[in-house]
T-cell receptor, first 111, second 114 residues
Framework: TQLLEQSPQFLSIQEGENLTVYCNSS?????LQWYRQEPGEGPVLLVT???GGEVKKLKRLTFQFGDARKDSSLHITAAQPGDTGLYLC???????????WGAGTKLIIKP | KAGVTQTPRYLIKTRGQQVTLSCSPI?????VSWYQQTPGQGLQFLFE???????NKGNFPGRFSGRQFSNSRSEMNVSTLELGDSALYLC?????????????FGNGTRLTVT
């Protein structure tokens, strides 16, 4: 059972376009993390959001945690080829502190 | 500071064999977690070690085991390999424990079972 659903699974767009990817669940998480994984490498943590409604910005990337702490979104403005990668979200539940991972959104930015 | 190092990077094994993967965490990190990554399935948690003790375990069969040494280096072992064990195995270290400090991942060991 996939507790965290990421959509879309795959996205290919042109450089300069904007995009949003989603991470949804019916469960409440105490915090949610976003990672980017490039081919041949391990995931790298981008951001952690912990408060419902929280918005964090990392240059052209904007992360939002849903008010009910069940979902999150990642918006990229003016995407660049360097943004290409697999974007993973991972939620932490208070009950056992294990991270629950989504299957990821594979993003390709074409020059 | 050196990152998390996993060896080997690639492995090809046949069904029924066993395999040992190694992970050296970032210096000073005491927690090591192992994950299995397959396309479309995301990261599946295998286990977490802290100070040589297994602190958490995922829902994998007993063929998957691990250990941590006094220097925090960790190994995982898979016995009686099956075709479905083909995956990228990722190790991540953190300073204290995986839910209070960020995870730092290695580049993984890609295991192919034929």
């Amino acid at each position: 059972t996939q507790l965290l659903e990421q959509s879309p699974q795959f996205l290919s767009i042109q450089e300069g376009e904007n995009l949003t990817v989603y991470c949804n669940s019916s469960s409440v998480f105490s915090s949610l993390q976003w990672y980017r994984q490039e081919p041949g490498e391990g995931p790298v943590l981008l951001v952690t959001v912990v408060t419902g409604g929280e918005v964090k910005k990392l240059k052209r990337l904007t992360f939002q945690f849903g008010d009910a702490r069940k979902d999150s979104s990642l918006h990229i403005t003016a995407a660049q080829p360097g943004d290409t990668g697999l974007y993973l979200c991972a939620g932490e539940k208070d009950s056992n502190y294990q991270l629950i991972w989504g299957a990821g959104t594979k993003l390709i930015i074409k020059p | 500071k050196a990152g998390v190092t996993q060896t080997p990077r690639y492995l090809i094994k046949t069904r029924g064999q066993q395999v040992t993967l190694s992970c050296s965490p970032i210096s000073g990190h005491r927690s090591v977690s192992w994950y299995q990554q397959t396309p479309g399935q995301g990261l599946q948690f295998l286990f977490e070690y802290f100070s040589e003790t297994q602190r958490n375990k995922g829902n994998f069969p007993g063929r998957f085991s691990g250990r941590q040494f006094s220097n925090s280096r960790s190994e995982m072992n898979v016995s009686t390999l099956e075709l479905g064990d083909s995956a990228l195995y990722l190790c991540a270290s953190s300073l204290v424990d995986s839910h209070n400090s960020p995870l730092h991942f290695g580049n993984g060991t890609r295991l192919t079972v034929t």
